[in-house]
């Protein structure tokens, strides 16, 4: 199974990206998917998670209000909408795929999004 995250960038304080991570092979739909970032000399963190329906979702409280993540099972991709993004929301994102809501077994290579100030 690959992960392929995208739509990382240098955005200014304020403003949105939207990153996307398309899942190979054919079990997309059984999987809860999640976003990840990691800053520099920080430990990586949870920031968002969706069920393999889509009907339930998780925001760590540093996101709340400000990101959304959704899904399209018919193309095998996650997206994470970021607005009013913060200096300190730079960091690199990473998807992660979990079979059946169990542990994350796959994970994308990480897109950089950098926010100045």
């Known amino acids: 199974v690959q992960l392929q995250a995208s739509g990382g960038g240098l955005v200014q304080a304020g403003g949105s990206l939207r990153l996307s991570c398309t899942t190979s092979g054919r079990a997309f739909r059984t999987y809860t998917m999640a976003w990840f970032r990691q800053a520099p000399g920080k430990v990586r963190e949870l920031v968002a998670r969706?069920?393999?329906?889509?009907?339930?979702?998780y925001y760590a409280n540093s996101v709340k209000g400000r990101f959304t993540i959704s899904r399209d099972n018919a193309k095998n991709t996650v997206y994470l909408q970021m607005n009013s993004l913060k200096p300190e929301d730079t960091a690199v994102y990473s998807c992660?795929?979990?079979?059946?809501?169990?542990?994350?077994?796959?994970w994308g290579q990480g897109t950089l999004v950098t926010v100045s100030s």
């Open positions: 992660a795929a979990a079979p059946f809501n169990r542990a994350y077994n796959y």
């Open positions: 969706i069920t393999d329906t889509g009907g339930n979702t």
